[in-house]
């Protein structure tokens, strides 16, 4: 059974940092390619960034610059460095794989 279960959501000022976890379990994180999205309020889901097995990262031109993609292979969790955050970064952030989804982490950058 696939589980991919995200933390490190939070509140956070505008230019702070967050570091989000996505811990796979039926998966393995050093096999596949995981993904991140977001949903901004009242807003539809979006790409955030992805990570391949080989190691190649993409980002969204929203992102790219301020956010970082990595992985943990013995941990089987892939991570989303966040920085300079902005108001706008605000959203329920999702990890995915394999059509798998898990069940969010709220980011809030408020003031």
């Known amino acids: 059974q696939v589980q991919l279960v995200e933390s490190g959501g939070g509140l956070v000022q505008p230019g702070g940092s967050l570091r989000l976890s996505c811990a796979a379990s039926?998966?393995?994180?050093?096999?596949?390619?995981i993904l991140w999205y977001r949903q901004p309020p009242g807003k539809q889901r979006e790409f955030i960034a992805y990570?391949?097995?080989?190691?190649?990262?993409n980002y969204a031109d929203s992102v790219k610059g301020r956010f970082t993609i990595s992985r943990d292979n013995a941990k089987n969790t892939v991570y989303l460095q966040m920085s300079s955050l902005k108001p706008e970064d605000t959203a329920v952030y999702y990890c995915s794989a394999l059509s798998f989804w898990g069940q969010g982490t709220q980011v809030t950058v408020s003031s």
């Open positions: 039926g998966i393995a994180t050093s096999v596949n390619t």
């Open positions: 990570i391949t097995r080989i190691g190649n990262t």
